[in-house]
């Protein structure tokens, strides 16, 4: 069961990364249109990135006799120097193309999600001792909360209805981190094809809904990121939809694994051939370390591609294309820099 596990969470991770890279180059064209639809609502399709990161981190973290010191020490220790060898090796290249960016210049902005999982580990050994002494049956409560204060502050930011109602413990990656400790442990009485199935459409339905949104045939829906509450800033999507979105697409690639017949188990046993098994690793072992450096190329296409007089088709041709070569260049530099000694432990590759 180990392996099977350690096989659904690299894949999560290659498929996160994608995500995160694809939806900045979305970015790069953020007014372009199709067929007059603007294209930037399609970034619904990959908003799950962050959430199963964390959701990740959760399922390989939790309930684990911790001891405070080692335990951060480790993790901590593991972010933070490849986190500040990108900042400076981004600085410097955002310098030599004689350009500027908001977030080099502000070292707190570089970069969101390292502030938000540095937090996230910092609050482990304690959020761990609930799971440690809690059922599961006891951690649906703590989604509930999750799920309920998702819909209640995005109601009372839309209609602005002052509310004193304090639940943001739950309204925050905390949340992200339990659900995905629990779905990771939870077996659900279905077939595994149903399951997957069901989990594609959940998909589908989820970010059709959430485009909707963004388009502003929807805007109750449009997007609920945290800085839109009373929280700290961020830009973690804690909207309702964005909640069961990443829910599906965990349970689905979890439940792949598990298939034994039909289309989902050819799909399987492609994953488990032996190039495709070894790449996804090695994906999943370089995802931090290219999270941190693909802004370096996303400028690029920013600076010299985002100019350019393009169509929607050639947009939306251009967005695959920088996102599959920001992918893989961003891939190829942290393996070969995990390889060199000295720098590997910088190199985000682990």
């Known amino acids: 069961m180990a392996r099977v596990r350690l096989e659904y969470i690299d894949l999560l991770k290659l498929l996160s990364i994608l995500s995160i890279i694809t939806l900045h180059a979305f970015k790069v064209w953020t007014q372009a249109e199709i067929m007059g639809i603007r294209i930037y609502g399609f970034t619904a399709l990959v908003k799950f990135g962050v959430p199963v990161f964390i959701m990740i981190s959760g399922a390989l973290l939790l309930n684990r006799e911790i001891e405070i010191g080692s335990f951060l020490k480790k993790k901590v220790n593991r972010i933070v120097y490849p986190f500040i060898f990108f900042y400076i090796l981004t600085f410097l290249f955002v310098f030599?193309?004689?350009?500027?960016?908001?977030?080099?210049?502000?070292?707190?902005?570089?970069?969101?999600?390292?502030?938000?999982?540095?937090?996230?580990?910092?609050?482990?050994?304690?959020?761990?001792k609930y799971i440690l002494h809690s059922k599961l049956k006891e951690l649906e409560y703590f989604i509930i909360l999750f799920l309920f204060a998702a819909v209640f502050y995005e109601i009372t930011y839309y209609f602005g209805i002052t509310q004193y109602l304090y639940l943001t413990l739950f309204l925050s990656p905390l949340g992200y981190l339990v659900l995905g400790y629990y779905l990771s442990k939870k077996e659900f009485n279905m077939?595994?094809?149903?399951?997957?199935?069901?989990?594609?459409?959940?998909?589908?339905?989820?970010?059709?809904?959430?485009?909707?949104?963004?388009?502003?045939?929807?805007?109750?829906?449009?997007?609920?990121?945290?800085?839109?509450?009373?929280?700290?800033?961020?830009?973690?999507?804690?909207?309702?939809?964005?909640?069961?979105?990443?829910?599906?697409?965990?349970?689905?690639?979890?439940?792949?694994?598990?298939?034994?017949?039909?289309?989902?188990?050819?799909?399987?046993?492609?994953?488990?051939?032996?190039?495709?098994?070894?790449f996804v690793l090695s994906v999943s072992r370089a995802s931090y370390g290219m999270y941190l450096m693909n802004l370096m190329p996303t400028l690029l296409f920013y600076y010299y591609l985002q100019p350019l007089t393009l169509t929607g088709t050639q947009v939306?041709?251009?967005?695959?294309?920088?996102?599959?070569?920001?992918?893989?260049?961003?891939?190829?530099?942290?393996?070969?820099?995990?390889?060199?000694?000295?720098?590997?432990?910088l190199s985000g590759y682990y």
């Not at 908001?102 to 761990?128: C, D, H, K």
């Open 96 to 128: 030599l193309n004689h350009q500027t960016h908001e977030q080099t210049q502000n070292i707190f902005a570089f970069r969101w999600y390292f502030w938000m999982i540095l937090g996230v580990y910092l609050s482990i050994p304690v959020i761990n």
């Open 191 to 278: 077939n595994a094809n149903k399951i997957i199935t069901l989990s594609i459409i959940i998909f589908v339905l989820t970010t059709f809904l959430k485009s909707c949104g963004i388009w502003g045939y929807l805007p109750f829906i449009e997007n609920y990121a945290a800085n839109t509450s009373p929280m700290l800033s961020s830009w973690l999507d804690v909207s309702f939809l964005q909640i069961i979105q990443a829910a599906s697409i965990f349970v689905g690639v979890k439940y792949l694994y598990l298939s034994s017949n039909g289309i989902y188990s050819h799909i399987k046993k492609f994953l488990q051939s032996k190039i495709i098994s070894k």
């Open 316 to 345: 939306c041709l251009t967005i695959i294309l920088a996102s599959l070569a920001t992918f893989f260049i961003s891939w190829i530099i942290t393996v070969i820099l995990g390889k060199i000694p000295y720098i590997k432990v």
